[in-house]
């Protein structure tokens, strides 16, 4: 190497040397050359289309169109949950601006516009940013036009903030048939882990409780999608061009009667209870509430408060009170009083421990051992056979039946009563289409036994347990629709129907999509010989004087089977009054069950009697074709009531 | 290499009835003897800079299409009459004044830090009445200048070491002062200028061994023993770019933003590029387009052959360079012409090579092409320089004229 030397100036000796040079600079230009043209031709020829691709969704964004939820409409197809659009300022986190300057600038812009603090800002967008991460974060609905305005006019200095059209549950009918219809909230990162909301993306709304939940698959629609271009600060540059069209969910049609609902939520108002109206042939339920109610649109926001959830929610392992979210109807379970004396009346006609004409003397006490049971009232109705005792309610005449049955259980084992309130689907879950059923209790001597062996209880069974079931009391609990259920068995002859709200459903123009069918009835065999006198009695007990609802139905234009209940209940550790009545009309062909309890409501022919018939007025004039006029003036119709003491 | 040229045909030229006289207006200004190869690939440039930018750029600057075609055209007229102007001037004399040069171009460049803005966390640009002056874009080509002349200066009395290391100090003190600016990027061509006048003028292999040594030392101790002893010398900012072009698909929002928007632009460009509909730099996705990532707008508009096109022009650019350096009548002009080519050469394939992705972002302009006016001005008077040289090696060779300006 002749540069080896050291010496600088050999190469002015040696022209060689720079020429040496000079070719290595030459050598060296080729070989940058060549690679940059041979990294274009890769870039550009060979992988020319996927840059290409990636280049037109640089500048595309796609956007949900979210698509409104089918309407619930009522059995005339009355609205009762519609949509309404609200428009919804929602911030894209991850379209900001990257720098912090730019960024607090627009969040502060954005912090003027909602009326939030900027600190509030930044925590809603952090917040639900964790929580469903791929959404955009949506700061306020039901934003004034003239901010849309501004935004959409500025909105480069809006970078990753948008107004967009979201729709939001409306509810024409304000608080009517709150419990069964449920609401709607955006899907949960749990809820999207399960299969049933696989195709759902973060976001998307779904029912969460009532009939949003049992037909949300029915009512949700398929959203949309939209492709915007967009420039790099995700202004768009065009037109957007619809990918797909959001398509509107299917409408659902309640069996509700929304007069009917109206007419039993009006009984209920500032009380605690539950009612229901059961067509007793297939099932539908023409009407059925709870209360305390909640207004569902405070629900359909898309943030709802803690105070808010609290004052809705409660805290729903509890039965008694509070909680406007707890569905009383189906979710509760109370004992029912005397409104379970035909139960008891149809056990003890199959185990022959009564025949329909049977006397048997009350007076005013049973006796069993130390143990006394008394009439309601300390009352003595003396001899009476099943039809009175049903009319008149005498406690003493089924406790006899209870202490009978008793002894049959003693005997083989054969338990009528408990066996009887479960066939009428007591005890069980009644399988309505509205998600929350509580099972209620049918007590027997096995369940109690085995409490008392596991010592969370003092005693074992005893005829005394019996006793108190023969007249719905002790450790009885049913929820107003299993009673009703039982009734419409009692009604139609022995089919236990399956309750349901849901009818059919139906595209947005109106056609039939699907009729909805619930499962098929069982039947229970119930001869004539024991329905006709225990419906007798019933009828009586509404329509006769000395009936105990007689003062309130005794004028009513459609002859009723009605029973009153009273049962004893224990609430915070005091005991109360509840008012019970189950009734079917018209009596000689049952069409309708109605079911109605109220909470510390006193003796049922005070409370939950006229409520009751508030409800069959509404069915009466709707289904039976009776006027007005004669509800109005069979309501001037005085009843004798005078003199009689009703009790139960 | 010499120009080998064998007897011309001779073509006895027909009498015409106005014939000019045989010395034209352009013989005299001594444009005859430029070197049109280069003067074409130069104009050629700085055309396709403007019309790139006219299409690329007309709604950059809202209300203003033609913001930076107009000022563009203004850099690249000065630009070009300055050229022609060096060209006029023999190179030779810079030797002389090279104390001043050098002492006028640390003085510029310190003046920075007093006067200077920063723009965008920089210090780079001076105010001047109709332009932002950026002395250390003027200080690569006073640099070498400089360089050149100390080389060779310094030729006969003195210890091969020694007088390396004085070159490298004479290169390294404007260096590390643009580095300090921050402009990562110039202070990389000073350091390649360096390097360059020292190749060129012949300093021993040992030496480009013990200085490729360093040089290696220094970015492992910059990039990876600094930062592990958190004690960084770069700014995070400037690591991340460094680094994430050999990752760009990691944190593509982030760092490597401006890699993949930039390998996205030229590669949906394709073989013939996707004109109007070019989205990349329409709609914004692609940063710094008028400037550093000009390349990608060619990629992406004119697709492969625009992109190719360029690159023969910048090749036709070296050649020349090369050539020039082999023509010139001295070492001076030798090792300025050779010290140019290097600058240009490293320029540009690191300028393209950030926009293809395999150079590290260093926000290196691409000379001629990024809108600038420093860079297309010293990048004219660079080309002066080596018309400089080529006419007066033409005018020693003795073939025709009289030297003009002696």
Known sequence: MSFGDGSWNKDRREPMALQRRIAILGTVALIAFGVVLFRLWYLQV???????????GNRVREVTVQAPRGDILDRDGETIVGNRTALALQVRKDELPERNAARTKVLKEVAQLTGLELEKV??????????????????????????VLFVRENQARFQGVSVDRVYVRQYPQGVLAAHLLGYVKEVSAEQLEEPEYAELEAGDEIGQDGVELTYDSVLRGVNGATRVPVDAAGTPTGRPTSVREPSQGNDLVLSIDSELQAAGEEGLFGRSGAFVALDVENGEVLAMGSAPTFDPSALAKPEISQATAESIFGDTQMTGTGAPAFNRAIAAGYPTGSTFKPVTALAALEADALTPTEIINDDGLYQVGTQEFRNAGDEVYGPIALREALQVSSDVFFYTLGARLEEEIEKDGDEYIQDWAMDLGLGDVTGIDVPGEALGRVPTPEWRNELFEDGDTDRPWSVGDNINLSVGQGDLLAAPLQLAVAYSALGNGGTVVTPHVGLRTEDPEGQVVQEITPPPAREVEIPDTWRGPIMDGLLSAAMEPGGTSYSVFGNFPVEIAGKTGTAETIVDGAEYDQAWYAALAPADNPKVAVVYTIEKGGFGVDTAAPAAREILEEYARNYLSVSQRQIDEAAATPTATTGTVVAE | ???????????????RPYAEPRESLLERAGVLRLDFALLAGAIGLIAFSIYTLGQATSEDIPGDPYFYVIRQSIYATVGIALMLAVARVDYSRFRELRVGIYSAMVFSICLVFVFAEATRGSRRWIELPFFTFQPSELGKVLLILVLAAVVIDRAQHESSWRKTGRILLLGGIPGALVFLQPDLGSSLVYGVVTFAVLFIAGTPWQHIAAIGGLAALAVTVVLVVAPAADKPILQPYQEDRLTSFLAPSEDAAGTSYQINQSLISVGAGGKTGRGDESTQTRDGFLPERHTDFIFAVVGERYGFMGAAFILSLYALLIWRALRIMTLSKNRYGTIIAGSIAVAFLFQVFVNVGMNIGIAPITGIPLPLMSAGGSSVIVTFLALGLLQSIHVQSQLSSGSRGTPLLR
């Open chain 1, 122 to 147: 930044r925590k809603e967008i952090e917040e639900q940013t964790e929580l469903l991460p791929s959404s955009p974060v949506t700061l306020q609905r039901d934003v004034p036009t003239s901010v």
């Open chain 2, 1 to 15: 290499m010499a120009v080998v040229s064998g007897p011309r045909p001779r073509v006895q030229p027909r009498p």
């Open chain 1, 46 to 56: 060979l992988s020319g289309d996927r840059y290409l691709a990636e280049a037109q």
